[in-house]
């Protein structure tokens, strides 16, 4: 078997299987040797590194992490591609296939079982419809990634990088940015793929970090807070806190937390970075912590 990562070989190999998409499952495969590399390049993938591939398809990345990775671990769900890969990664003695959904795995077992004193990075084109279920929960598992390198809708790309004050912003970018450093590494547009995506994509880098930007008390809420802001972005950060039902707190509470925490009274949460956020969740907990002992 020859190294993928050209639509020749990609689609001989389709036929020879009789493999038909699965659109429910997102597959998209990677027909672009420049975006391969570049991806690989990205994640910075050497022969210290433990890399999990979430969703191989046929292998063409797979090929690829092999040849820099220490080891790699291929988790897809489509058993109909288990024998394909089966062909395509035989060259390898540093590569597994697990069959199987990501988001039923315990990765921090399987990073445990595999990475053997190793760095670990998780390397994905990821399927587009469970794109940030499966970022968040690496994030919020605290497993210790070195960096998590994938391929995601541009849109989503751009979304998980912004600053505060833009209209991409939002509980995404602060939820990112709470665990990790975002870098944009390449835009990829549909013709690499087969079949064309309907959207433009492009690779991210977040660099996992070993300790939150900020620190807050209680973390739930703060992201409770974060939630309730941005599920009523026209409204005022005091309208949107006092209409949400997951906040306990009242109109009175909430405008004496924004005052306390130095902010305008009419400012919407779209301005607040997480520096923020973390100072008004504060002061919120003392609002609550204050309730309970009167
Ligand atoms: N890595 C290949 C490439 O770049 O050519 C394929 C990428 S394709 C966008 C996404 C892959 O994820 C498909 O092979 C799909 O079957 C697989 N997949 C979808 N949902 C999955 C899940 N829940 N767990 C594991 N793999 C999944």
Not at 55 to 75: D, N, R
Request: aromatic share 8%; with cysteine.
């Amino acid at each position: 078997m020859g190294k993928l990562g050209n639509p020749q070989e990609t689609i001989h190999l389709l036929q020879k299987h009789d493999f038909h998409f699965r659109k429910k499952w997102g597959q998209n495969f990677l027909i672009d040797p420049h975006v391969l590399d570049k991806i690989v390049e990205a994640a910075e993938v050497g022969k210290e590194d433990f890399v999990l591939e979430i969703g191989p398809g046929i292998g063409t990345m797979t090929q690829y992490l092999c040849e820099w990775a220490g080891q790699v671990l291929a988790v897809e769900i489509d058993k109909n591609l288990i024998p394909i890969l089966e062909e395509t990664l035989k060259e390898y003695d540093n590569v597994e296939i697990l069959q199987g959904d990501i988001l039923k795995q315990d990765i921090r077992q399987i990073v445990e079982n595999y990475k053997e004193g190793r760095s670990v990075k998780v390397v994905a084109n990821l399927p587009y419809y469970i794109t940030t279920p499966i970022i968040m929960r690496l994030l919020e598992s605290r497993i210790p990634l070195a960096n998590i390198t994938v391929m995601v809708q541009k849109e989503v790309a751009e979304r998980m990088k912004a600053q505060p004050g833009t209209k991409e912003y939002g509980a995404l970018s602060l939820a990112i940015q709470y665990y990790a450093r975002p870098y944009l590494a390449a835009n990829v547009p549909p013709n690499c793929f087969i079949p064309r995506p309907g959207v433009g994509s492009a690779v991210i880098r977040l660099d996992c970090l070993d300790k939150p930007p900020v620190e807050v008390q209680d973390e739930s809420l703060l992201f409770c807070l974060i939630h309730a802001s941005f599920n009523q972005r026209r409204k005022t950060l005091q309208n949107g806190l006092a209409n949400s039902s997951e906040l306990p707190f009242t109109r009175e509470e909430i405008g004496r937390a924004i005052q306390n925490t130095g902010l305008p009274a009419d400012i919407r949460g779209e301005k607040l970075g997480l520096k923020e956020f973390a100072a008004l969740a504060d002061e919120l907990k003392k609002e609550r912590d204050g309730k309970q002992y009167e």
